[in-house]
T-cell receptor
């Protein structure tokens, strides 16, 4: 079974803090994704990585950065947390290109609250 | 306009009922379509892919209408365990750099005894 783990289930941070969210997958997947999920808006893609050290902006990258130094690990960084970044953050991974690559496996999510 | 639109529901149905959800997408270049299921406080998981000719998996039937750009999911003989949020998902673009998906906001289904 594919397993995607995230470093924390719940996190509370103060405005202005630097926040690191870690994601690890154990299936040697090429692609990794970071989403945020908000009521009524669904999942929105923040950043995407298709290979080690490669990254691509998603739909809402402002205020975030990412790091992928190893294939299995994809980190999301909030440079200076703000209250509008309070959300559920979901990491996902998938195989490379091709139809099989469309199935994304998600981690359990990190509920981040910024006060 | 959202790229993928769904009726948020909730759809409240009794056990054994048949229920159908529709979803529309705006990008006519989309090639691949999916339904994901998300249980309360859990992560989304792939339920089924949607093929042009329509496809069935047990009590679940998915259909695609490219001309009208909508996708449907039919659930027959609803079970209590079908209660979840159903996410309509469409690929953003097809290229060599992986496969990006656009997720609808989801339709809530509640099956009651």
């Amino acid at each position: 079974d594919v397993k995607v783990t995230q470093s924390s289930r719940y996190l509370v941070k103060r405005t202005g803090e630097k926040v690191f969210l870690e994601c690890v997958q154990d299936m040697d997947h090429e692609n990794m994704f970071w989403y945020r999920q908000d009521p009524g808006l669904g999942l929105r893609l923040i950043y995407f990585s298709y290979d080690v050290k490669m990254k691509e902006k998603g739909d809402i990258p402002e205020g975030y950065s990412v790091s992928r130094e190893k294939k299995e690990r994809f980190s999301l960084i909030l440079e200076s947390a703000s209250t509008n970044q309070t959300s559920m953050y979901l990491c996902a991974s998938s195989l490379g290109a091709g139809l099989a690559g469309y199935e994304q496996y998600f981690g359990p999510g990190t509920r981040l609250t910024v006060t | 306009r959202k790229e993928v639109e769904q009726d948020p529901g909730p759809f409240n149905v009794p056990e054994g009922a048949t229920v159908a959800f529709n979803c529309t997408y705006s990008n006519s270049a989309s090639q691949s379509f999916f339904w994901y299921r998300q249980d309360c406080r859990k992560e989304p998981k792939l339920l089924m892919s949607v093929y042009s000719s329509g496809n069935e998996d047990g009590r679940f039937t998915a259909q695609l209408n490219r001309a009208s750009q909508y996708i449907s999911l039919l659930i027959r003989d609803s079970k209590l365990s079908d209660s979840a949020t159903y996410l309509c998902v469409v690929n953003k673009r097809r290229d060599e750099y992986g496969n990006k998906l656009v997720f609808g906001a989801g339709t809530i289904l509640r099956v009651k005894s």
